[in-house]
């Protein structure tokens, strides 16, 4: 089986976040608060509440490196939360929104993080020493709707980002004296803060939940028709791949190696998305349910070049055209998973383990050690 | 996308409106042979391909309907139909049934319901999905 721990901690979870040494959680029950659990002796005990929002905590971050959490909340702020002493200080990050907060997420070498709002706005946040402040710098006029997540490249200066525009844009978010020239983009790091690296348009409605892969060479989001998107070569001639499936709609992605890719929505249960030889993606399997026959599931989907042309190429993966079974309810999950986190151990560059959390108020640790027709894409 | 999110009342005229037309008067006559030659299913998928979705010409798309009206309504073996029709078909397909349950027309409605829970068991949710969530690329 798939799912090695399943703890129900609240009615309902709007997201969750790991310590760096994965011993803590902390989660969202679907209020103005943010609940920290940790695990001793097989018990979950609650071992702190951040109360500082005024309205529910749409998303949180917990940093590896400097294991600082950032919340952010549908009252348009955001918190920055230092471990001193014991306890949680807050520190205000003012974003200047005017609309709720949505989906926060920290750069890979966290001194930024990036927030997108229901502003059609998003903030890079960076820290100024001699203030003792965060400061929020806003990305304006490119959304036309809100911005439902964020994604860091690992070079730490380009920004992936979704919206229920349908688009999925990538954005420099270089910040002169907080980045340096040389961060390892060669292209990218010229660009202005804000400037618009690309722009996608393969979804025609609400796109949600981004992810790079963990090379940067590969983008995966998701879109509210039961699709998903792939982009290879995200620069100036991206190639992008459209794959459907037959199941509801995808809420939040992510990479567990550059070949796969774990959806979770609207279907209660995680689905694998592998990329074969000629990196052509497609939808494997359920994961907690053996698949049936592996040759009937690839039918990939099509490369389609640059954009413009993309409506309507897209090919199907619908997997058995024999009978299908009925889809898998009564799962792990009982309702709309909405959040995936990876658990891997710093140095480790591939994720075997990753949680899940939804409306059903559980979280969920998946192991994909085992799983051998998954290992090939490992 | 000239007319895009183009209101129902607001009028567009494709500018090759004349040569989609042509199109689909010679789509038409394609099926009408096929029916007599009892091939339903090639009839069917003739009537789907090419049937110019982005145009927001209301007569274009109305013409097209026409002709995939009169094959789908010609669909006697819904499962036999659907064993040997493409997946490609099946989002385009599903697209013209709620296009058929929209004009309230019995025999229409029947026939478009009966596809509708086959195509439904087969293509799965995201299928309706794909159908409801697309504004922009509408038959």
């Not at chain 1, 990329?275 to 359920?286: I, Y």
């Not at chain 1, 690839?298 to 389609?304: A, F, H, K």
């Not at chain 1, 383990?353 to 059903?360: H, P």
């Amino acid at each position: 089986m798939a799912a090695v721990a399943v703890h129900k901690f609240a009615q309902c979870l709007t997201c969750h976040a790991w310590s760096p040494d994965y011993s803590m959680i902390a989660l969202c029950p679907s209020n103005e608060e943010v609940h920290i659990y940790r695990l001793s002796e097989g018990n979950w005990d609650r071992i702190h509440v951040l109360q500082k929002h005024d309205q529910i905590v749409s998303a949180i971050d917990w940093s590896s490196k400097s294991n600082r959490i950032v919340s952010v909340s549908h009252d348009r702020n955001s918190y920055v939360w230092n471990h001193e002493a014991a306890e949680w200080v807050p520190t205000l990050v003012i974003l200047r929104l005017n609309r709720a907060a949505l989906c926060v997420q920290w750069s890979p070498i966290e001194n930024k993080f990036a927030v997108g709002s229901g502003a059609k706005t998003v903030c890079i946040c960076y820290y100024e020493q001699e203030n003792n402040w965060w400061v929020s710098k806003l990305i304006r006029k490119r959304h036309n709707s809100s911005v439902t997540s964020v994604a860091w490249h690992p070079n730490n200066i380009l920004l992936a980002t979704t919206s229920t525009d349908g688009k999925c844009r990538v954005f420099s978010t270089f910040i002169k004296g907080v980045d340096t020239r040389n961060s390892g983009a060669s292209s990218s790091s010229d660009s202005k803060f804000g400037e618009q690296i690309i722009q996608l348009d393969l979804s025609y409605s609400w796109a949600f939940g981004i992810r790079w892969s963990p090379s940067g060479n590969t983008l995966a989001y998701v879109g509210h028709n039961s699709m998903m998107y792939f982009v290879d070569d995200v620069g100036p001639s991206p190639l992008a791949q459209s794959v459907a499936f037959r199941d509801l709609p995808l809420r939040d992605v992510l990479f567990v190696s550059e070949k796969m890719v774990i959806g979770v929505g609207f279907d209660c249960i995680p689905m694998v998305f592998a990329a074969d030889e000629s990196r052509l993606w497609s939808f494997v399997r359920f994961l907690g349910q053996r698949k049936a026959t592996l040759s009937s599931a690839r039918q990939g989907s099509q490369i389609s070049e640059a954009f413009g042309k993309l409506y309507g190429q897209s090919k199907h993966s619908i997997a058995n055209d024999g009978i299908e079974p009925s889809r898998p309810r009564g799962g792990i999950h009982e309702n709309c998973i909405n959040c995936i986190m990876p658990l891997k151990n710093r140095g480790d560059s591939k994720v075997t383990r990753f949680s899940t959390s939804g409306l059903d108020g559980k979280v969920v640790i998946w192991d994909l050690e085992g799983e051998e027709d998954l290992s090939e894409y490992m | 996308m000239s007319g895009r999110r183009g209101g129902p009342e607001e009028f567009v005229e494709a500018e090759n409106a004349e040569a989609i037309i042509l199109r689909i008067e010679q789509k038409s006559r394609k099926i009408e042979t096929l029916l007599r030659q009892s091939r339903p299913v090639e009839a069917l998928k003739t009537a789907l391909e090419g049937s110019a979705p982005k145009t927001m010409d209301e007569r274009c798309k109305s013409a097209n309907w026409i002709v995939v009206h009169r094959a789908i309504m010609a669909i006697k073996d819904v499962d036999g139909m659907l064993f040997s029709l493409d997946p490609e078909y099946y989002d385009i397909l599903m697209k013209y049934l709620y296009r058929g349950l929209s004009t309230g027309d019995r025999p229409t409605c029947d026939q478009c319901l009966q596809i509708h829970e086959k195509l439904t068991q087969r293509a799965g949710l995201g299928c309706i999905l794909r159908c409801l969530a697309d504004t922009e690329n509408t038959v």
